[in-house]
């Protein structure tokens, strides 16, 4: 069974960090481009960041440059996320999504994972 399952996600304080974690199982994540979404309470859904197959990394949305940062490991069949000095308004679901290249636009990937809440407290 195709499935990517995220991780890491939970309630932290502002200034903290976070490192959440999409796992894939059923096939492998080399050759795959991973995003990472969000979606904020009464929000739409909202691309946060990419990594392509050959760990080039995307931004999507402004506020998180230089605070969070992309990787992948493809032996752990792995990608992290981690978000440094994190504020009240990175509070979300955040989700993992395949795709064959890296995109802003949710139809572009193939599957998602169930999601993980992030909040953070003032």
């Known amino acids: 069974e195709v499935q990517l399952v995220e991780s890491g996600g939970g309630l932290v304080q502002a200034g903290g960090s976070l490192r959440l974690s999409c796992a894939a199982s059923?096939?492998?994540?080399?050759?795959?481009?991973i995003g990472w979404f969000r979606q904020a309470p009464g929000k739409e859904r909202e691309g946060v960041l990419c990594?392509?197959?050959?760990?080039?990394?995307?931004y999507y949305t402004d506020s998180v440059k230089g605070r969070f940062t992309i990787s992948r490991d493809n032996v752990k069949n792995t990608v992290y996320l981690q978000m440094n000095s994190l504020k009240p308004e990175d509070t979300a679901v955040y989700y993992c999504?395949?795709?064959?290249?890296?995109?802003?636009?949710?139809?572009?990937?193939?599957?998602w994972g169930q999601g993980t809440q992030v909040t953070v407290s003032s």
């Open positions: 999504a395949v795709g064959y290249y890296c995109s802003g636009y949710e139809s572009m990937y193939k599957f």
């Open positions: 990594i392509s197959s050959s760990s080039s990394s995307t």
């Open positions: 059923g096939f492998t994540l080399d050759v795959y481009a």
